[in-house]
């Protein structure tokens, strides 16, 4: 705690000193990063001294009646904020995952359960639209491949803005439904299910993709087995040669489409990078909510009973209708605090 104050005098002082821009820019960076930390700790130390303070205050046997009295009734409540301060700062000082104030490729795709699993699809694309809207994050579609009779077979979408990933980050999974199709006449639930991978945006500086290792196909979007909803000579496929993953863009823009496949193409090859990263550090992986595997099932949507159900963190809510509507943070607040228990655990363990 000591060297993070420091640290954060030091940039105070440095940028009213007055540096270059970009020296600015990168201090100004840092002082917003530990900011909030900074203050927790200032505000715990000054609680500390007014706990001293009291409980010396009862140890003396000269103190009168009336201050006793007073500071046996505030010392309970300083304790409580002394406490929530150092649990606080526990947190701030947690090893933090750089991808956390990222941006976001947020892909669904439709699993089993045919023309109801391309519906639910469209449902969890709406879902997290409405949730981004709600934190004023942008949400922009980059392609997608509608179904036979609604929603998608396939959605990719970024969403940019501030602690996306670290929002987002644990939705990847599978998500299952449980509800009576539209077009079920006998009125028997179906369980279908859809995929969600959210991969952190990746910067030209995360992942040097070189020339030699892609390869850049233009071709009608339909020539790709109707994936694709635009049916335009521009539309782009890139192909990475030594991994073999494969990016199609369709919109009307050629060069619009490459920028666009890229940028798909960096966050799946970053995604990749940080996935090898995790398996090597098996201990790590303990402590992360479910695996991250795409395979894994997180998540039912029980319709009939109203209820959402995360497997990962045993939470069941019977809000399934607001938390279709975008209101999420209950979830995600509890996904988050259950990452950073766990990683408090072994913070404690080691």
């Known amino acids: 705690m000591d060297q993070v104050v420091k640290r954060f005098e030091m940039l105070e002082a440095q940028m009213a000193a007055g540096p270059e821009p970009d020296a600015y820019v990168r201090m100004a960076s840092e002082y917003s990063e530990i900011q909030d930390l900074v203050g927790k700790i200032r505000a ?96 922009e579609t980059i392609s997608a ?18 602690g996306v990933f670290a929002h987002l ?10 509800r009576v199709p539209e077009t079920e006449a006998q009125g028997r639930i179906h369980t279908s299910a859809a995929t969600v991978a959210v991969l952190p945006e990746a910067e030209e500086v995360d992942i040097d993709i070189r020339a030699e290792d892609i390869r850049i196909d233009t071709m009608r979007a339909s020539g790709a087995g109707g994936q694709h909803v635009n049916t335009t000579d521009s ?50 992986r303990k402590s992360q909510v479910g695996s991250g595997d795409r395979s894994e099932r997180i998540r039912t949507y029980n319709f009939p009973q109203g209820r959402v159900t995360d497997h990962r963190i045993n939470l069941t809510l019977y809000k399934l209708d607001r938390v279709m509507m975008g209101e999420m943070d209950e979830i995600i607040d509890a996904l988050i605090a259950d990452h950073q228990s766990k990683l408090l655990a072994d913070m404690s363990e080691s």
């Open 44 to 139: 715990l130390r000054s609680a500390e001294r007014e706990q001293a303070d009291l409980s010396a205050m009862l140890a003396d046997k000269a103190t009168d009646a009336d201050m006793r009295e007073l500071a046996e009734a505030e010392l309970p409540g300083l304790e409580e904020r002394v406490e929530a301060l150092e649990r606080d700062i526990q947190i701030l000082l947690l090893p933090r995952d750089a991808a956390d104030e990222k941006n976001a490729i947020l892909e669904i795709r439709a699993g089993t359960g045919g023309d109801e699993a391309a519906l639910f699809a469209g449902d969890l694309f709406r879902m997290y639209e409405r949730y981004a809207a709600a934190h004023g994050w942008r949400f």
């Open 145 to 162: 491949s509608e179904g036979d009779v609604g929603g998608y077979k396939e959605i990719i979408a970024s969403v940019s803005g501030k």
């Open 169 to 178: 980050k644990f939705e990847s999974g599978v998500h299952r439904v449980q």
């Open 235 to 284: 539309a782009v496929r890139i192909t990475h040669l030594p991994t073999g993953i494969m990016v199609v863009s369709a919109e009307k823009s050629q060069h619009q489409n490459r920028a666009r496949a890229m940028q798909i193409l960096r966050a799946r090859l970053f995604d990749m990078e940080r996935s090898r990263a995790e398996e090597e550090r098996s201990e790590s």
